[in-house]
């Protein structure tokens, strides 16, 4: 039996980070723990790109566009959705997440979701660094994970009919 799995080895792979200014204060700190993530598995600054967007409403697109400026092994959506008094949220957090998996299949690009759809900013500040770690950086491990189980996989030989 063949196993494949991936392994956290970012060295030489080229990352594309799209975050939403919307909600900095929680953001901020998932772009902080993904960067320390991607640098302490081997990614260099040259091989980080960074964009920044209003809201997560617009992350699917900048993924898009910003996987067809530059060539990358893998992207990471980062942001946060706070729920409000309105329906606004379960809307944004909807169409971000079905946007986000659209753009990863469109591209043919792993993409790491580190989008954090929270009911309160209690709960968005304890996922992006506090006590329920940081989902940055775990978006960011899964990206540089399956970013290396792609390159495995292509490098199987086919199976021999017997």
């Not at 929680?26 to 723990?33: A, I, K, P, Q």
């Not at 992207?75 to 606004?88: C, D, E, F, K, Y």
């Not at 968005?124 to 329920?132: N, P």
Request: net charge neutral; with cysteine.
């Amino acid at each position: 039996m063949a196993v494949i799995e991936g392994n956290l080895n970012a060295a030489g792979r080229r990352f594309g980070i799209v975050a939403s200014r919307t909600n900095d204060i929680v953001v901020g700190r998932l772009l902080e723990g993904a960067l320390d993530t991607l640098r302490r598995l081997g990614a260099s600054d040259a091989d980080l790109h960074v964009v920044r967007t209003p809201g997560a409403w617009e992350i699917p697109l900048a993924l898009r566009d910003l996987s067809r400026s530059r060539p990358l092994d893998a992207l990471l959506a980062l942001g946060a959705v706070i729920r409000g008094g309105t329906p606004h949220f379960e809307y944004v957090s909807a169409e971000v997440s079905k946007g986000v998996f659209q753009v990863s299949l469109e591209i043919d690009l792993p993409i790491g979701f580190g989008i954090l759809t929270c009911d309160t900013l209690e709960q968005a500040l304890e996922r992006s660094g506090a006590k329920g770690g940081n989902k940055g950086s775990e978006a960011a491990m899964a990206a540089v994970e399956v970013a290396d189980l792609r390159a495995r996989l292509a490098a199987v030989p086919p199976p021999t009919r017997r």
